[in-house]
């Protein structure tokens, strides 16, 4: 079984506005991040709330979603994704790090980073546009325990890198792995990239 956990926890502080709530091809980034996971082959999705969790829960109205909130999401993308681990099902053998602000990652890319981990048994798996590394990462649920441990100053960074060895890293065809929106003028570009 594997979980999805979206991390929709933050203040948006770089952005100036709720990145969550901004607007992405007719839907907010929060609800095009959500239907793409859902569409995909993941078999549950946890979205791990913070600032702004009821403006949260009301964007993804009745969707098929586990909301888990972080109170702590202050201390950063960290104590979330040990937030969203607690809340997936103990039957999960493998959890997909989505982050909120990536709302051009589709379903295909998804389905292609969980093929290649069932194909390669691969202890992690993260998908690179260019040799760039990006998101969403797949992690096996063998490495809990590291999940659960590791510095929060050092993020997912810490076990990729002691885990080195097992990382399967897949070249796709676009780089939407790797756009993130921190700041007004990413999603500037993202809106002129839309309509050209």
Do not use: W
């Amino acid at each position: 079984m594997i979980s999805a956990i979206l991390l929709a926890a933050g203040e948006s502080r770089r952005m100036g506005e709720f990145k969550q709530l901004l607007m992405y091809a007719g839907r907010t980034f929060v609800e095009c991040c959500a239907d793409h996971l859902l569409a995909s082959r993941v078999d549950e999705l946890v979205v791990v709330t913070g600032h702004r969790e009821a403006d949260v829960r009301r964007a993804l109205g009745e969707r098929a979603v586990r909301f888990v909130h972080n109170a702590d999401y202050r201390d950063g993308m960290s104590s979330s994704v040990k937030r969203g681990l607690a809340g997936v099902s103990p039957a999960a053998t493998a959890v997909l790090v989505a982050l909120v602000d990536q709302p051009q990652i589709d379903s295909s890319i998804i389905n292609r980073v969980i093929a290649e981990y069932e194909k390669h048994a691969a202890l992690i798996v993260i998908p690179t546009y260019h040799g760039r590394n990006g998101h969403p990462v797949l992690i096996d649920l063998q490495l809990r325990d590291q999940l659960l441990a590791f510095d929060a100053s050092q993020g997912l960074r810490q076990v990729i890198h002691a885990q080195a060895a097992d990382v399967l890293h897949i070249e796709v065809a676009t780089d939407a792995v790797l756009t993130d929106f921190d700041y007004p003028e990413d999603y500037q570009r993202l809106a002129l990239r839309k309509k050209s």
